[in-house]
């Protein structure tokens, strides 16, 4: 009897530090109140640069750090005319874009649309869709549900020391939840 006690005793003194790190972990990234993110900022990295796909700036406003990865919202400066992201699949992530600036080119399913200021589209998770961009400048407020790892996939992107090729690009889709399954779109 003494011998399960003492066993009890040392299995709860080994187990308290990790049940404590998990506990701060989760208030680490629970969010209990609201933040503002102030109009030309990122929450969180800055303005985030992108190289490969396109060279485009990312600032994210809501994390999915902030929301225990239930939601993901970044504004997109687009720089690329003609340029935007090869036909891709997000296997757990529904997206949205919200144009706020210029034209875009989008492709979902077997279906194409022309976006400009003002439009919205829903690309559901698991359908292939591409955009391009059309206008020589343009912004879009891009929503995620759930977050995944876009936000990873954007640093990743940013902090390449080169421009990637199309096999390295194709690589960081896939480690961050995404799988390439055709070219870029062409302008029309």
């Known amino acids: 009897m003494k011998?399960?006690?003492?066993?009890?005793?040392?299995?709860?003194?080994?187990?308290?530090?990790?049940?404590?790190?998990s506990q701060l972990k989760t208030k680490i990234i629970d969010v209990t109140k609201g933040f503002k993110i102030n109009s030309?900022?990122?929450?969180?990295?800055?303005?985030?640069?992108?190289?490969?796909?396109n060279a485009n700036i990312l600032d994210v406003k809501i994390?999915?750090?902030?929301?225990?990865?239930?939601?993901?919202?970044?504004?997109?400066?687009?720089?690329?005319?003609g340029k935007g992201t090869?036909?891709?699949?997000?296997d757990a992530q529904d997206e949205v874009f919200y144009v706020i600036e210029g034209a875009y080119y989008f492709k979902v399913g077997d279906d194409t649309y022309d976006l400009k200021v003002g439009d919205s589209i829903f690309l559901p998770?698991?359908?292939?869709?591409?955009?391009?961009?059309?206008?020589?400048?343009?912004?879009?407020?891009?929503?995620l549900q759930p977050a995944g790892k876009l936000e990873n996939f954007f640093l990743a992107m940013a902090n390449l020391k080169?421009?990637?090729?199309?096999?390295?690009?194709?690589?960081?889709?896939?480690?961050?939840g995404m799988n390439v399954v055709g070219p870029p779109l062409k302008l029309k």
């Open 86 to 90: 090869p036909l891709h699949i997000h």
């Open 125 to 143: 998770r698991k359908i292939p869709h591409a955009w391009t961009q059309v206008s020589e400048r343009g912004k879009m407020i891009v929503i």
């Open 63 to 81: 994390s999915g750090s902030d929301t225990n990865g239930a939601l993901a919202i970044f504004e997109q400066t687009s720089l690329s005319q």
């Open 162 to 176: 080169h421009e990637p090729n199309q096999a390295e690009i194709a690589k960081i889709f896939s480690d961050n």
């Open 40 to 53: 030309g900022e990122g929450r969180i990295h800055g303005h985030m640069q992108l190289k490969g796909v």
């Open 3 to 21: 011998r399960n006690k003492f066993i009890a005793a040392i299995a709860t003194l080994i187990a308290a530090p990790a049940l404590s790190f």
